[in-house]
């Protein structure tokens, strides 16, 4: 999974595990405590997904039909919570807020699952230097910059329905190189 050319990590990964991370280490740096950061970091980088699929007709949006009643709402205080310039459903659990997916609230724990079986051994790596990245902008800038700093270091993939899911290389090197000094 990871190869040291001319001494630098790259990480052979998808897109979507890299987003959530990211996103997730983004919404602490926000003040929302680990377990909300990473549901809403899985619902980010969902929301991507589901807006490339429609793009390349993989899927359909939802249509509404007259006259059949509206999904009902689980109990709760429900609210959107904007990150990485995406509108996150959510709501207030009685163990702290949480993502929304499908109307269930997201678990941190099936979140944390899905990275460590995606960054293996370098999801620690990887999280200590996209939360350096993330350190070195004061929060308001961060909040606007955020998904613009993804862009710039997210492994590069083919565009169109045969990239859809495919690996790429994430270089730690690029993504210090984006870290503000001083």
């Given at each position: 999974m990871m190869t040291k050319p001319t001494g630098s990590v790259?990480?052979?990964?998808?897109?979507?595990?890299?987003?959530?991370?990211?996103?997730?280490?983004?919404?602490?740096?926000?003040?929302?405590?680990?377990?909300?950061?990473?549901?809403l970091g899985k619902s980010v980088a969902g929301l991507n997904a589901q807006s490339k699929g429609r793009r390349l007709g993989i899927y359909k949006p939802a249509e509404y039909v007259p006259g059949e009643p509206q999904k009902k709402r689980k109990p709760g205080r429900e609210m959107s919570i904007e990150?990485?310039?995406?509108?996150?459903p959510a709501t207030d659990t009685g163990h702290g807020i949480r993502a929304l997916d499908k109307d269930?609230?997201?678990?941190?724990?099936?979140?944390?699952r899905y990275l460590g079986q995606k960054f293996g051994a370098a999801l620690e790596?990887?999280?200590?230097?996209?939360?350096?990245?993330?350190?070195?902008?004061?929060?308001?800038e961060l909040a606007e910059k955020a998904f613009g700093l993804y862009e710039r270091f997210r492994p590069s993939i083919p565009e169109g329905v045969r990239g859809w899911g495919a690996k790429g290389e994430l270089k730690l090197d690029v993504i210090r190189s984006l870290t503000k000094q001083g």
């Open positions: 790259v990480i052979q990964i998808n897109r979507a595990p890299v987003l959530t991370l990211w996103a997730a280490v983004v919404a602490e740096h926000l003040g929302f405590d680990h377990e909300t950061a990473l549901t990150l990485l310039g995406r509108s996150v269930k609230p997201l678990d941190p724990a099936g979140v944390e790596d990887v999280r200590k230097v996209l939360a350096a990245l993330a350190a070195s902008f004061k929060p308001q």
